[in-house]
């Protein structure tokens, strides 16, 4: 598998289980990223059962999060009975946590709260989600901020494709740098040659070219650091005023690339492993599981 799919299986993901839309848009999960969350929804269909699509979750990302909207209707499911199965089956290895509407009585949310959080043990939370979605997105981010749903990162980074470059002036020499990957706070370069940059020297007019996306901002070296066998410098952007970060205009384009670049290539391994599964679970002689060795076949 080549460099971006295994960055794409790692880091803490938070995955929204057969949630409802009216209560929690998926417009929400790119601002979730903006605070270091990478968070997916997972529904309910025809072409794969939910159980599997846990399963396979599961299995390929190790370090996640799982959130079941238990009043959701599935199939053949009971999600007291399938969440406690869960519990024991995984432990600590991974987080459970519940949402559901708040139409329930203040008496089945004390059910609900004591059977999830401690006849079962689930270490996520419960959360009563607003009918109001509005208030639902800081719900949801509290909670995730309280079960770490970040990881160790601070900010989620792309891995830049071939074609993505920063250009920028120094000491009257233009510099071409290929970007290795960028968060909303850094980025990371390979510069060919000796580059003759000390660090903490601010760079005006720094011309980025990712994936399509182009824009000019200050940036500030912070490091210089080696990586498989070559050179990486890593850059802090600036502000025209001296602040770290970018200018809101182009922190909220970049944000828009970074949650595609990132989630497509998670969404492409899921497709492709859901649409496995469910074939076989579509045919009697086929696999109703998924391995983390079979990525490879697939991809």
Not at 5 to 15: H, M, P, S, V
Request: net charge negative; glycine share 6%.
């Amino acid at each position: 598998m080549d460099e971006t799919i295994n960055f794409a299986l790692e880091g803490r993901k938070t995955f929204f289980i057969a949630t409802e839309p009216s209560l929690l848009p998926e417009s929400y999960l790119e601002d979730y990223l903006t605070r270091g969350y990478e968070t997916y929804i997972i529904p309910d269909d025809r072409n794969c059962p939910l159980v599997k699509k846990v399963q396979s979750i599961i299995s390929i990302f190790e370090d996640s999060i799982l959130f079941f909207y238990i009043d959701a209707e599935i199939e053949n499911l009971n999600w007291k009975t399938y969440i406690k199965q869960l519990q024991e089956m995984y432990g600590e290895r991974v987080l459970i946590g519940v949402l559901y509407s708040k139409h329930h009585s203040d008496e089945e949310r004390r059910i609900i709260e004591k059977y999830y959080l401690f006849d079962v043990g689930i270490q996520g939370g419960c959360i009563s989600l607003e009918f109001q979605k509005a208030k639902n997105f800081a719900l949801i981010d509290r909670v995730m901020y309280a079960n770490q749903a970040s990881g160790r990162r601070k900010n989620v980074r792309a891995i830049c494709d071939n074609n993505s470059k920063v250009t920028f002036l120094y000491n009257n020499v233009e510099f071409t740098a290929k970007l290795a990957d960028i968060s909303l706070t850094h980025f990371s370069c390979t510069i060919p040659g000796e580059s003759y940059i000390p660090l903490y020297e601010k760079i005006k007019n720094v011309f980025v070219d990712i994936n399509g996306l182009h824009f000019k901002t200050d940036a500030i070296l912070l490091l210089q650091r080696v990586s498989n066998n070559t050179m990486l410098y890593v850059f802090i952007f600036s502000k025209h005023d001296g602040a770290q970060g970018l200018e809101e205009d182009l922190k909220r384009r970049l944000s828009e690339k970074i949650y595609q670049m990132v989630t497509d290539k998670v969404k492409m391994i899921l497709q492709l492993v859901f649409d496995e599964v469910g074939r076989g679970d579509r045919d009697p002689n086929g696999h109703t599981t998924f391995h983390p060795e079979d990525l490879a076949r697939l991809l």
